[in-house]
């Protein structure tokens, strides 16, 4: 039984993970139809950045918002620089290469002005494990869901109450309506991509107690989220979440009673299902087209 | 039309023109070179995740070269390192193999951090016929082939079999119940050691009661970690990298299960104690040199030159120290057994390794290698070194509190 | 471009790889740049397959490293395991490859773009994990070692034998390559992405060109990956990642996607490259993703891509003119004329019902086109008069209803099937092919009607040559019987709005068509483009063809219909000769509102 807890548990820790890095994709999505690829890299500069911070004795309180603040900066760089010359485009070859390009050279830089070694950031969270039911979890893993459900929530509330967020909702609906409503298109993208870059930043220092900080950090998570966002219908926010903590779960039961080793090629067969039976995505919408 | 005829080049008439062409113009390769350049070639993981492994390994051979040339060099020439980047895939090894045997004609060169690259690399040192020296790689069935016919290739490394024996030594000696568990990484070095811990097993007698594994980058072991909690070992063989270790560390603390043996491979010879804090505490860790702790003349000299040179602190800072010791002494293996050959000739450099006696930093070679595959490992499980981590520094296990 | 001259430069530059293939063991006296180039070599046939997918038919795929893994271990585990010869393993390979690539396309049915992409990078890990766990087949992380040297008739082949038969290899998938690219499967391809809709209205199923792209591509990366196996003698899951199969998407893109020479550009330069950077040292991957980023930037046409666009920047400009249509060609008549009593080409719509959502677009429409009429439906803005046609085309499916042609219930049947049967239709927004020139989008139209397969088409067999050149004469007499001869070789972009149409109802024409639909035809066009239209379409009225016409200029209707249809929220409001109708007083109040003057 306790197993049973455990699997639970650490499913929803690590689903939680992809809900919230689904998400980031989703908000990109959502504002251009195009996102940075390469956003796990922005995980991991959220992360990197912490550690270096620390590091140099500042403290943790104020290297994190120093951090969050660098992503924000990089995030909306890209979707200046890297993405918006490409969204015309029907294939989107154009933003996907760049923005790969962009974070083959970020994980590069890093690796080797931080090293290819993986560093810690040490937070009372993980000292010493919660028992819940005979299986245990740090409460830092625990924050995770927490934070993801609440993190969702508040960006509901964002869409729908403030000006900014409705401005942003109506270029997600129809951006030529929307620029031509008055709406600021260019300055709303950006502000979603900014938004979803504070999130990236936010999650690598969520997670860089429990994963620790490394170069590579972010390469399969944000495939992993990009493409758990996709089976969910990237533009349902809600789906994506649900869908995050779902295949953690999935996951680790496979690990639990499958075995470890298959984790990857049965879950990402899933996917692939998954997209074959409901190709816009589980709780997307479909489109019509008009001629 | 005319014009429009110009697509009959493109039927099959030509094409079997080709055909016939390429298959009867046979022109014999070029042999290479008697006399190679001075130069060591290294196929390395300068980019990626082993970048540390990479790093170590150039560490070593170029503090070695430096003292060398500093004395005159090899036959009076100055060797060189040249150093090339396989980022852990099997094919870029291979490519280097040709390029530092072909195109820069080295006299020899020498081996990298991955066992997968290292495996793929046997078929083209023995064809291509270049001295190959080891400094990581541990997997067995690089130096003892399949084929049994390994003439090129030499290691200054630890062997994975004799490795798994030290472990399983360690780890069976120390448990009460004998109930030894595995925990293995997915990859050709995890997959490569399973089997070799198995023999080493039933070589006492035993058989492992848990044998998992897990991926890079896993953040979660508490399944596989529960079946060795449920199987009752009281003794763990970890084959992983730090920061996995980490991980299994973490998992066994979450569960409530600490053995009371954790003995390694030397992944966990990085910085496991930063990372996994207390926890890593008393997790004993094989190497083949131990930079921190007490050193003798000729580790303290090397260090010292290691500190200048690479802008090291204290010798915590050094990521993977057995590399930088394994090809410090490769290096100089090899330049001897080419003031022993007499010419910078691959072959007469290859038979005078086996005349080799060198008192290195990791052992006393004597000598280096002897003419049976088991033995193109120059380095005994004598010299195996035990280590433990204690307050977040890996020392020799007698410099701590653990028995 | 001018095809002849493109025709001439291809048969030059095939003759001058051959050389050059030929004659560079030679020069390079090294073993090792000898492999680099034999390496280089397998790329390129990589890159020729995805270009295919991408190029041509304007997918992404990120996957073609585990098509590569599929190709290469079924060799390796052929010639290790079972004992096969090379020749009998590299065919094995080529045929599970492809159908994996059978497989692969699938999801193009419902998925493009970024969805599509991200199905290829969970096959290809997926592959990657396969090939790792099941180890009993595929040697697990350790692969598969000790791959034999390639014996062709009794002999072992060595280093330069193996470097001749690659680029033997190389050059016959360069040819078939280009057979495909200047070919109707080629055409076919490049349309389905430029509209989608368009090649459905000519008969053509998208999804099968998709198919077909992914197939070849998989074919020809199934030979590259059995080459690949016996040239490192080994195979282990490291070599085909994630970032593998992105290097040979750059490939395609940085020489110049759905250009002929790109990926051979391509996959030189990134095969070189890593030489070049390796004297970065620890910056060599850093500076790749420079590369990569850019090239995206500065040359996203790629190198040939570039080269090709500046080329045309800088011909000089002819003044095209447009001739007055319809023209006397015999062979178009030969192609266009409907046997008038073999013919049944009447429609009869019944009880038809288009819901959208909540709304009703349709509603129980019954109406009957009579074979050889030509028929009109009006109606205000909103009645419903494009939902009608959308329909009765088979672009949508009604909710409820038959529609009965030639005996036939067509409800539910996809557009290009309708197509093959004979219904041919224009669209409100020209759906033009708009970066093929004019003869090509003609000669897309004829695609369903030629006899010459994929076969004979690859190998360029007299039939095959023999059939391109009746089509486009056949294209060329149907571009002077619309009068835009001189256009031939403009892009359909570049015309004017008028001439567009011209042009779409002359790719309509080619596929032969009982019924030819036109949806508001004269929108847009001047007076006397007006004028030609109505002669032109009761010039195709004295074919046999029947016309529905959806339209708003109410004068060109009366002139021209035999019946009329008046819709207005979706119901049938009048129905009959047009002087009838014109005088029914619910058709003066739904279009002014009120009983009152007619207009003019």
Not at chain 3, 150 to 162: K, P
Not at chain 3, 281 to 292: D, E, I, K, R
């Amino acid at each position: 039984m306790s197993s049973i807890v455990q699997y639970f548990l650490s499913g929803i820790s690590i689903g939680a993970i992809y809900s919230l890095i689904g998400l980031g994709f989703s908000i990109m999505w959502s504002a251009s139809r195009a996102v940075n690829f390469a956003y796990g890299d922005v995980v991991m500069l959220g992360a990197v950045l912490t550690v270096i911070f620390v590091g140099y004795g500042i403290p943790l309180i104020i290297s994190m918002p120093i951090a969050v603040f660098v992503c924000i900066v990089y995030g909306v760089l890209i979707e200046r620089f890297a993405v918006a010359p490409f969204t015309k485009e029907v294939t989107g070859i154009g933003w996907m290469l760049s923005t790969i390009g962009i974070g083959i050279m970020l994980e590069s830089f890093v690796t080797i002005s931080f090293g290819s070694f993986a560093k810690p950031l040490v937070t009372p969270l993980i000292e010493k494990p919660i028992i819940i039911l005979g299986a245990g979890i740090y409460p830092q893993e625990l924050l995770i869901p927490i934070f993801a459900v609440t993190f969702l929530f508040c960006l509901e509330l964002f869409y729908q109450k403030t000006l900014i967020g409705r401005a942003i909702k109506a270029v997600a609906y129809n951006q030529m309506a929307a620029g031509l409503m008055g709406i600021n298109v260019k300055l709303m993208t950006a502000i979603s991509f900014g938004i979803a870059a504070a999130l990236g930043g936010g999650i690598g220092i969520l997670i860089a107690p429990i994963v620790q900080a490394s170069a590579t950090m972010g390469l399969l998570l944000g495939l992993k989220g990009f493409a758990i966002a996709i089976i969910a219908g990237i533009t349902n926010a809600r789906g994506v979440v649900i869908m995050g903590l779902v295949y953690g779960i999935m996951e680790k039961f496979i690990e639990g009673f499958i075995s470890s080793s298959a984790r990857e090629a049965i879950g990402f067969s899933v996917i692939i299902l998954l997209l074959f039976i409901f190709p816009q995505g589980i709780f997307g919408k479909k489109e019509m087209v008009k001629v | 039309m005319s014009k429009h005829n110009k697509l009959y080049p493109f039927s099959i008439n030509i094409l079997t023109n080709t055909l016939v062409l390429a298959t009867s113009a046979l022109i014999s390769v070029t042999s290479f070179a008697q006399q190679a350049s001075p130069c060591i070639g290294a196929s390395l993981p300068l980019t990626g995740a082993a970048a540390f492994g990479g790093e170590a390994i150039a560490m070593g051979a170029e503090i070695a070269i430096a003292e060398i040339n500093a004395k005159g060099g090899v036959l009076g020439k100055k060797l060189s390192l040249k150093a090339y980047d396989d980022a852990g895939q099997p094919p870029k090894g291979v490519d280097n193999v040709r390029r530092i045997a072909l195109s820069d004609n080295c006299i020899a060169m020498l081996g990298g951090y991955h066992s997968g690259v290292q495996l793929a690399m046997r078929d083209t040192v023995a064809q291509v016929g270049i001295p190959y020296v080891g400094t990581t790689a541990g997997a067995t069935a690089i130096i003892e082939q399949e084929n049994g016919q390994n003439k090129w290739m030499f290691r200054v490394s630890a062997k994975d079999k004799w490795v798994a024996q030290f472990l399983v030594e360690q780890a069976v000696s120390r448990s009460k119940n004998k109930k030894v568990a595995l925990l293995y990484e997915n990859t050709g070095w995890g997959n490569g050691g399973k089997p070799d811990v198995e023999a080493a097993m039933k070589a006492k007698g035993l058989n492992l009661v848990a044998l998992e594994t897990f991926n890079w980058n896993d953040v979660d072991m508490t399944p596989q970690l529960l079946r060795v909690k449920n199987a009752g070992a009281d003794s763990v063989i970890i084959w992983a990298l730090d920061r996995e270790g980490n991980q299994i560390l973490r998992g066994m603390d979450k569960i409530s299960y600490r053995p009371d043996n954790i003995v390694a491979a030397w992944g966990l010879a990085g910085n496991l104690g930063e990372i996994a804090g207390k926890l890593a505490n008393g997790v004993l860790v094989f190497q083949t040199y131990i930079w921190t702790g007490k050193l003798d003349a000729k580790g303290e000299d090397v260090w010292k030159k290691l500190q200048a040179k690479y802008n090291l602190k204290t010798p915590q800072d050094i990521k993977f120290g057995s590399g930088i010791a394994n090809s410090y002494d490769a290096v100089y293996i090899l330049a001897q057994a080419i003031e022993k050959a007499g010419s910078f000739d691959r072959t007469k450099v290859r038979d005078a390794f086996y005349e080799i006696n060198y008192d290195g930093l990791v052992a006393k070679y004597q000598p280096a290698f002897e003419k049976t595959q088991e033995r193109h490992d120059a380095i005994l499980p004598k010299y195996y070194k035990i280590s433990a981590w204690h307050d977040g520094k890996l020392l020799p296990l007698s410099e701590t509190p653990y028995k | 471009m001018n095809q002849r001259f493109f025709n001439t430069y291809i048969f030059w530059l095939t003759i001058c790889l051959f050389l050059a293939i030929i004659l560079i063991p030679n020069i390079i006296n090294n073993a090792y740049q000898l492999r680099v180039l034999m390496l280089l070599l397998i790329y390129a046939v990589v890159a020729l397959g995805l270009n295919l997918v991408v190029g041509l038919a304007g997918l992404v795929s990120l996957g073609q490293a585990g098509l590569l893994a599929i190709g290469a271990y079924t060799a390796a585990i052929l010639a290790t395991r079972f004992g096969f010869e090379f020749i009998p393993s590299m065919l094995v390979a080529m045929f599970i490859t492809g159908i994996f690539g059978v497989i692969l396309a699938y999801p193009t049915l419902r998925v493009k773009g970024v969805y599509l992409a991200v199905i290829t990078i969970a096959f290809g890990i997926v592959v990657e994990n396969i090939a790792i766990e099941w180890s009993s087949v595929t040697g697990g992380t350790t692969g598969i070692s000790s791959i034999p040297k390639i014996a062709l008739f009794g002999h072992s082949l060595n280093d330069t034998a193996f470097y001749y038969l690659i680029g033997t290899i190389f050059l016959i998938a360069f040819i078939a390559h280009y057979n495909i690219k200047n070919s109707r499967f080629g055409r076919s391809m490049r349309a389905a992405t430029q509209s989608e809709i368009a090649v459905r209205s000519i008969g053509i199923n998208p999804i099968t060109a998709r198919t077909l792209a992914f197939t070849l591509a998989a074919i020809f990366t199934g030979v590259a990956g059995a080459l690949y196996a016996y040239l490192n003698s080994y195979v282990n899951p490291d070599t085909f990642r994630f970032l593998d199969s992105l290097r040979y998407l750059l490939m395609v893109i940085l020489g110049g996607s759905g250009t002929v020479l790109g990926p051979l550009i391509g996959a030189s330069i990134l095969t070189y490259i890593p030489e070049l950077f390796q004297k970065f040292g620890v910056w060599q991957y850093f500076a790749y993703g420079a590369l990569l980023t850019l090239v995206i930037f500065i040359m996203p046409l790629g190198i040939v891509g570039t080269i090709i666009f500046w080329y045309n920047k800088f011909q000089p400009k002819r003044v095209c003119n447009s001739k007055p249509w319809p023209t006397t060609e015999p062979l178009v008549d030969a192609l266009i004329n409907q046997n008038k009593d073999k013919n049944n080409a009447s429609l009869s719509i019944e009880k038809m019902t288009v819901k959208f959502g909540g709304l009703i677009a349709n509603n129980n429409i019954t109406e009957d086109i009579k074979s050889g009429s030509i028929h009109a439906i009006i109606g205000p803005n909103g009645a419903g008069k494009s939902t009608f046609l959308n329909c009765i085309s088979g672009l949508y499916k009604p909710t409820g209803g038959t529609i009965f042609f030639d005996e036939k219930n067509i409800v539910g049947l996809p557009m290009h099937s309708l197509a093959k049967m004979g219904i041919a239709r224009t669209f409100q927004n020209t759906e033009l092919f708009s970066q093929m020139t004019v003869l090509e989008n003609v000669l897309v139209g004829f695609h369903t009607q030629y006899k010459t397969g994929l076969i004979a088409t690859l190998m360029r067999l007299p039939s095959f040559i023999k059939e391109e050149k009746e089509f486009h004469e056949l294209a060329k007499a149907l571009l002077r019987y619309v009068g835009l001869d001189e256009y031939a070789d403009e892009e359909a972009r570049n015309l004017p709005f008028g001439h567009q149409r011209r042009l779409e109802i002359a790719r309509a024409l080619a596929i032969s068509p009982k019924i030819l639909m036109l949806d508001e035809p004269a929108a847009g066009l001047t007076h006397s483009e007006i004028e030609d239209l109505k002669r032109f379409i009761i010039s195709l009225s004295d074919k046999n063809i029947t016309i529905v016409l959806v339209e708003h200029h109410v004068e060109m209707i009366m002139a021209l219909s035999n019946t009329v249809t008046v819709l207005d929220y979706g119901i049938v409001i009048a129905s009959g000769a047009p002087s009838q109708v014109q005088e029914n007083p619910a058709v003066i109040e739904a279009y002014f509102g009120s009983p009152g003057v007619t207009n003019e």
